[in-house]
């Protein structure tokens, strides 16, 4: 045999390098698949519960069975409450009323009472209350707006003071304006109410609004003198 054959190469033994990687790339991903299943056996109750959070935290709606306490709403029903605020109400209207017809009839044309829905507002017209031009209370109406003072004490809620006058210009005199004649009249009956009673200081309040807010004509002496009055609100 002639010496330039070349040798032939051993080759190998066993399967190539890549089928190595190849069937471990295979087992990985049969591990997956099979992970994937055992977790598609899911526990329903689980399910319920997760499927449930989800849907109350997006706020979708649901049906409220019909034992299910309703949520956010008073204990209270809406027609009782109104009924509690209307007994209020009337015990105020009747305990000021007594007043006038008993010992004040002399204020009962000068003192209106007029309920609304929640609250209840004490009218004192003309010059019942002050002189004219003038921000003094008039002592014969001390006893009388003294008794106001006591019934309100007893009521909850916000009481606001406010004063109000007719059209005609003030002539002389401390005030510049009807508009600071009003809000004077509106302090001087709110700090009489804290002095005489126990109202709490933290419920009152006073306002002035002048000519600003009629309650009759200007035009006449008697709607002026209607228009000259302090309402005393109180909400229940």
């Known amino acids: ?3 330039d054959i070349a040798p032939i190469e051993d080759e190998e033994e066993g399967a190539p390098a890549w089928v190595v990687t190849f069937g471990d790339l295979m087992s990985l991903l049969l591990c997956f698949f099979v992970l994937l299943l055992s977790f598609s056996e899911m526990d329903r109750n689980k399910y319920r519960v997760v499927s449930g959070s989800v849907r109350n935290a997006f706020g979708i709606q649901r049906k409220k ?21 209307l007994t209020k109400i009337e015990e105020v209207i009747k305990s000021i009323i007594n007043e006038l017809d008993d010992e004040f009839e002399e204020f009962k044309g000068f003192v209106e009472v007029e309920p609304t829905e929640n609250q209840v507002t004490i009218r004192m017209m003309g010059e019942a209350t002050f002189d004219t031009g003038k921000a003094d209370l008039r002592s014969n109406f001390i006893p009388l707006l003294q008794n106001i003072g006591a019934v309100l004490a007893k009521t909850r809620g916000e009481i606001i ?10 002539v002389g005199g401390p005030f510049g304006s009807n508009l600071g004649l009003s809000m004077a009249r509106a302090g001087a009956v709110a700090e009489f ?9 933290q419920r009152l309040s006073t306002m002035g609004f002048g000519e600003y807010r009629p309650l009759a004509s200007n035009d006449t002496a008697a709607g002026r003198q209607k228009n000259r009055r302090v309402e005393i609100v109180v909400t229940m």
Do not use: W, Y
């Open 193 to 201: 109410l804290l002095r005489s009673s126990a109202i709490d200081p």
């Open 161 to 170: 003071v406010a004063g109000h006058t007719d059209n005609v210009p003030l």
């Open 1 to 3: 045999m002639s010496d």
């Open 65 to 85: 069975p019909v034992f299910e306490s309703p949520r956010g709403s008073k204990m209270i029903a809406r027609e009782f409450d109104q009924a509690i605020v």
